[in-house]
């Protein structure tokens, strides 16, 4: 069985963790032959991983790593560096690797493996073959031209992932409908490992909504569903209205635009005019106070019933998958439609 800090390791970097913060393993195991022999088979043979990080990301995080083994090595007699590890560090630095600016315009693979938030050290004994994955192609620094950002899977998607993780029978057997998609992480979750009856993604941004063909295909999803639908459009008489028995519905880091909410709090009034019982979750990144504060108060206005989640994510050190740093605060919320009137 591998070691779990390994395993750790192996996880960050395939979800192109930021190097500065990795969890590097410590010198008693990069000194082992058997253990760079595991670093390189899992982290940069590409014969046997074909979805591999970006070669510059790969030569960012195998540079110090051949420095750290270095540092390791008590007795170069005994030890040494693995000529595959060195061969691969050669190739890269001597590859015509693109600049930053052409690197931002090119997609990645990013691999996120799905397991709830527990214990620290739970989750660590999985080999990679049991770790239940999803893999999307993203171009992480990229904004287009009408301001979206949803080439990346944003910390919120995360968070919120996270929490139906520990709490999947709230999509399992479920249709589901996902606003401002992005990649489409949340809708693929969902249908790969949650459980989901029926998925349909959305996005307001058509080169959005192509680009998640590729990732269902990524993971194996030919049966979900992708649509353009732009928030604050009467929903009557179109796709949505034909096809909308949905459950519920979710979305992730989709109120951070202050001139967006008011159209997305109409979308889901009306989405609760043609669906009374749909349950609604929403995460949010709070960047800025006052910006969330005016998702809620549409909210509130609209007399929508809203539960804030008591959920927050693990300290970095010990998240286990889904990596994301927790600096900026996060809200989650269960939203219902407004309460039914009764009749005597």
């Given at each position: 069985?591998?070691?779990?800090?390994?395993?750790?390791?192996?996880?960050?970097y395939?979800?192109?963790?930021?190097?500065?913060?990795?969890?590097?393993?410590?010198?008693?195991?990069?000194?082992?032959a058997d253990?760079?022999?595991?670093l390189?088979?899992n982290?940069?043979?590409?014969?046997?991983?074909?979805?591999?990080?970006?070669?510059?990301?790969q030569?960012?995080?195998?540079?110090?790593?051949?420095?750290?083994?270095?540092?390791?090595?008590?007795?170069?007699?005994?030890d040494?560096?693995?000529?595959?590890?060195?061969?691969?560090?050669?190739?890269?630095i001597?590859?015509?690797?693109?600049?930053?600016?052409?690197?931002?315009?090119?997609?990645?693979?990013?691999?996120?493996?799905?397991?709830?938030?527990?214990?620290?050290?739970?989750?660590?004994?999985?080999?990679?073959?049991?770790?239940?994955?999803?893999?999307?192609?993203?171009?992480?620094?990229?904004?287009?031209?009408?301001?979206?950002?949803?080439?990346?899977?944003?910390?919120?998607?995360?968070?919120?992932?996270?929490?139906?993780?520990?709490?999947?029978?709230?999509?399992?057997?479920?249709?589901?409908?996902?606003?401002?998609?992005?990649?489409?992480?949340?809708s693929?979750?969902a249908?790969?490992?949650?459980?989901?009856?029926?998925?349909?993604?959305?996005?307001?941004?058509?080169?959005?909504v192509?680009?998640l063909?590729?990732?269902?295909?990524?993971?194996?999803?030919?049966?979900?569903?992708?649509?353009?639908?732009?928030w604050?459009?009467?929903?009557?008489?179109?796709?949505?209205?034909?096809?909308g028995?949905?459950?519920?519905?979710?979305?992730?880091?989709?109120t951070?635009?202050k001139?967006?909410?008011?159209?997305?709090?109409?979308?889901?009034?009306?989405?609760?005019?043609?669906?009374?019982?749909?349950?609604?979750?929403?995460?949010?990144?709070?960047?800025n106070?006052?910006?969330?504060?005016?998702?809620?108060?549409?909210?509130?206005?609209?007399?929508?019933?809203m539960t804030?989640?008591?959920?927050q994510?693990?300290?970095?050190?010990?998240?286990?998958?889904?990596?994301?740093?927790?600096?900026?605060?996060?809200?989650?919320?269960?939203?219902?439609?407004?309460?039914?009137?009764?009749?005597?």
């Amino acid at each position: 069985m591998m070691d779990p800090q390994l395993v750790l390791f192996r996880r960050q970097y395939l979800q192109l963790f930021e190097p500065d913060f990795l969890a590097w393993p410590p010198k008693q195991l990069l000194r082992d032959a058997d253990v760079q022999a595991w670093l390189y088979a899992n982290l940069f043979n590409s014969d046997k991983n074909p979805r591999l990080p970006p070669e510059r990301y790969q030569l960012r995080v195998l540079k110090p790593l051949v420095k750290k083994i270095e540092q390791a090595i008590e007795d170069p007699e005994e030890d040494e560096i693995s000529d595959s590890l060195m061969t691969h560090l050669s190739t890269l630095i001597t590859s015509d690797l693109p600049s930053e600016s052409q690197a931002v315009q090119q997609k990645s693979y990013v691999t996120f493996v799905c397991l709830p938030p527990t214990s620290p050290q739970q989750n660590l004994h999985l080999t990679p073959s049991e770790e239940p994955t999803i893999t999307l192609l993203e171009r992480p620094h990229l904004i287009s031209g009408s301001l979206t950002t949803g080439f990346r899977t944003w910390e919120a998607s995360l968070h919120l992932a996270s929490y139906l993780l520990l709490h999947p029978s709230l999509i399992h057997g479920k249709s589901l409908l996902e606003l401002g998609a992005g990649t489409g992480f949340l809708s693929i979750l969902a249908a790969k490992h949650l459980g989901a009856k029926h998925v349909t993604v959305t996005d307001g941004d058509e080169g959005v909504v192509e680009a998640l063909g590729e990732n269902f295909f990524l993971n194996g999803l030919d049966d979900v569903q992708a649509s353009v639908l732009r928030w604050g459009r009467g929903l009557r008489g179109t796709w949505v209205e034909e096809e909308g028995e949905w459950d519920v519905v979710l979305g992730a880091d989709i109120t951070y635009d202050k001139q967006a909410i008011s159209a997305l709090v109409a979308t889901l009034r009306m989405l609760f005019e043609l669906r009374p019982s749909l349950l609604v979750l929403i995460a949010g990144t709070v960047r800025n106070v006052e910006t969330f504060g005016t998702f809620t108060h549409a909210c509130e206005r609209n007399n929508f019933q809203m539960t804030e989640i008591d959920f927050q994510p693990r300290p970095i050190r010990e998240q286990t998958a889904l990596f994301y740093a927790k600096a900026v605060p996060f809200k989650t919320f269960m939203i219902r439609g407004p309460p039914t009137e009764t009749v005597d």
